[in-house]
């Protein structure tokens, strides 16, 4: 398989006329200065496929549902279970399929999967307990994106001042009782070409101190990712009962490194921040969603100055867009400092590109050896006409990418994905979970 680009982002920076060639799904040749050949030509800039390090699948159902009436967080949260509450293994299924392929559309080729959607309403055990993480496989399978299962232990309701409270209602969906039956069900779950298993800890919330260092046991090498200070009453009913913050609880128990992703990390003190950076902890930052919830925004260059590498997700998929979430960082802090220029169009594109912390180290780069992970984003639209190329990932949004190539394999093709029209998918799945709601 050969492609040409007319421009590609290089581990050195943006090459003219770069012939690239792959072979079993691995990058064989890189050529800048060449010829085009019979390769296949493609348009505009070529940068490596982007890597979403936080999703919830089933959120996507609560795009443009939740806007009116205000609210926070919390009030946010209820319309979340109310879709939790209403998928089984068929419709999780296909909701999911739709999803991926919407991230393939955007130019995502790895996605990590947060996933505790693991049974039935009122936490009745499916005769094949892991039937909802097979429909997150089969649909990431049918929509062309590597995935990482995030198998996520959720053990309580909450926390509060006086301790953990509860399962309650659509919770109980996602809990497995104990740390221990949590953990003999991760061990169920089998890896596949396009499918590997990490796990999580949905937040000090949901899991108990007692339980992390088991988690982090089970993690063994593995992704290990975790929500960590998304909001201050998580802090605050963490400081009151712990006598600690999150990140010092994360860290006494074993639960820090460089295998381990925080995601959020919006409200932190300079101690969490010394903590995270010490034990080179990425951070996966989620704009779109952080400022839809009105959570904050995160001190991504204080971490990135401690030694956290920074990653970006889409989170609760508020927009489907990574070249956004991206933007994002540079935009909010430009708002929070007062000053242009804190993430390099470089950086950003590191940024998009953290394959490693979702458990796919060998993508995210255009160099021989590398994932066949191709990207080629238009530079002649109306968004990206007259940019120049090294500053275009600063203008484009998903609806400028035009083909996606994961392992070698062409998933979308002329701004269309092989699963035909998305957008109806999208419409199929997620209608029949507001009828009568």
Same mark, same amino acid.
């Given at each position: 398989?050969?492609?040409?680009?007319?421009?590609?982002?290089?581990?050195?920076?943006?090459?003219?006329?770069?012939?690239?060639?792959?072979?079993?799904?691995?990058?064989?040749?890189?050529?800048?200065?060449?010829?085009?050949?019979?390769?296949?030509?493609?348009?505009?800039?070529?940068?490596?496929?982007?890597?979403?390090?936080?999703?919830?699948?089933?959120?996507?159902?609560?795009?443009?549902?939740?806007?009116?009436?205000?609210?926070?967080?919390?009030?946010?949260?209820?319309?979340?279970?109310?879709?939790?509450?209403?998928?089984?293994?068929?419709?999780?299924?296909?909701?999911?399929?739709?999803?991926?392929?919407?991230?393939?559309?955007?130019?995502?080729?790895?996605?990590?999967?947060?996933?505790?959607?693991?049974?039935?309403?009122?936490?009745?055990?499916?005769?094949?307990?892991?039937?909802?993480?097979?429909?997150?496989?089969?649909?990431?399978?049918?929509?062309?994106?590597?995935?990482?299962?995030?198998?996520?232990?959720?053990?309580?309701?909450?926390?509060?001042?006086?301790?953990?409270?509860?399962?309650?209602?659509?919770?109980?969906?996602?809990?497995?009782?104990?740390?221990?039956?949590?953990?003999?069900?991760?061990?169920?779950?089998?890896?596949?070409?396009?499918?590997?298993?990490?796990?999580?800890?949905?937040?000090?919330?949901?899991?108990?101190?007692?339980?992390?260092?088991?988690?982090?046991?089970?993690?063994?090498?593995?992704?290990?990712?975790?929500?960590?200070?998304?909001?201050?009453?998580?802090?605050?009913?963490?400081?009151?009962?712990?006598?600690?913050?999150?990140?010092?609880?994360?860290?006494?128990?074993?639960?820090?490194?460089?295998?381990?992703?925080?995601?959020?990390?919006?409200?932190?003190?300079?101690?969490?921040?010394?903590?995270?950076?010490?034990?080179?902890?990425?951070?996966?930052?989620?704009?779109?969603?952080?400022?839809?919830?009105?959570?904050?925004?995160?001190?991504?260059?204080?971490?990135?100055? &401690?030694?956290?590498?920074? %990653? @970006?997700? =889409?989170?609760?998929? /508020?927009?489907?867009?990574? !070249?956004?979430? *991206?933007? #994002?960082?540079?935009?909010?802090?430009?708002?929070?400092?007062?000053?242009?220029?804190?993430?390099?169009?470089?950086?950003?594109?590191?940024?998009?590109?953290?394959?490693?912390?979702?458990?796919?180290?060998?993508?995210?780069?255009?160099?021989?050896?590398?994932?066949?992970?191709?990207? &080629?984003?238009?530079?002649? %639209? @109306?968004? =990206?006409?007259?940019? /120049?190329?090294?500053?275009? !990932?600063?203008? *484009?949004? #998903?609806?400028?990418?035009?083909?996606?190539?994961?392992?070698?394999?062409?998933?979308?093709?002329?701004?269309?994905?092989?699963?035909?029209?998305?957008?109806?998918?999208?419409?199929?799945?997620?209608?029949?979970?507001?009828?009568?709601?």
């Amino acid at each position: 398989m050969k492609w040409f680009a007319q421009c590609a982002w290089l581990p050195t920076g943006v090459a003219r006329d770069v012939l690239i060639e792959a072979d079993q799904g691995r990058l064989t040749a890189i050529e800048p200065g060449g010829a085009p050949g019979d390769a296949s030509r493609l348009p505009g800039i070529v940068v490596p496929g982007f890597a979403n390090g936080h999703s919830h699948a089933f959120h996507r159902a609560l795009r443009g549902r939740t806007q009116a009436g205000g609210g926070t967080f919390w009030t946010w949260r209820e319309a979340m279970y109310s879709v939790a509450g209403r998928l089984d293994p068929d419709s999780y299924l296909a909701l999911a399929r739709a999803t991926y392929a919407e991230m393939v559309l955007s130019g995502i080729t790895s996605v990590g999967e947060f996933h505790y959607l693991h049974h039935a309403p009122g936490g009745e055990r499916y005769a094949e307990e892991n039937v909802m993480a097979e429909a997150l496989r089969q649909a990431a399978s049918d929509a062309g994106i590597r995935m990482t299962l995030l198998d996520t232990c959720y053990l309580t309701g909450g926390l509060e001042a006086g301790g953990h409270k509860p399962l309650a209602g659509p919770q109980l969906r996602f809990s497995d009782g104990d740390v221990g039956r949590w953990a003999e069900r991760v061990e169920q779950l089998a890896e596949s070409d396009g499918m590997r298993v990490g796990v999580a800890i949905h937040s000090v919330r949901a899991v108990p101190r007692a339980s992390l260092g088991a988690v982090s046991f089970v993690a063994a090498g593995r992704p290990l990712h975790a929500h960590v200070s998304e909001q201050p009453a998580e802090n605050a009913a963490c400081q009151a009962y712990y006598g600690a913050t999150a990140t010092t609880l994360l860290d006494d128990e074993g639960a820090l490194g460089p295998t381990t992703t925080a995601v959020h990390a919006t409200h932190l003190t300079d101690g969490d921040v010394e903590l995270l950076g010490h034990a080179r902890t990425t951070i996966c930052f989620c704009p779109t969603t952080e400022r839809d919830l009105a959570d904050g925004i995160g001190p991504a260059t204080r971490l990135r100055a &401690a030694g956290c590498p920074i %990653t @970006v997700g =889409t989170d609760q998929h /508020a927009m489907t867009d990574l !070249l956004e979430e *991206a933007r #994002a960082l540079e935009m909010d802090e430009r708002l929070a400092s007062g000053e242009r220029g804190r993430f390099t169009p470089a950086e950003l594109l590191t940024a998009m590109t953290g394959h490693a912390a979702v458990g796919w180290p060998e993508a995210g780069r255009l160099e021989v050896g590398a994932a066949a992970d191709l990207v &080629a984003v238009r530079l002649d %639209t @109306v968004r =990206t006409a007259g940019c /120049a190329p090294e500053q275009a !990932l600063l203008a *484009a949004t #998903a609806a400028d990418v035009d083909t996606v190539i994961v392992a070698g394999r062409p998933v979308v093709e002329g701004g269309a994905h092989r699963l035909g029209d998305v957008a109806a998918l999208l419409a199929a799945s997620i209608e029949p979970m507001w009828v009568g709601g």
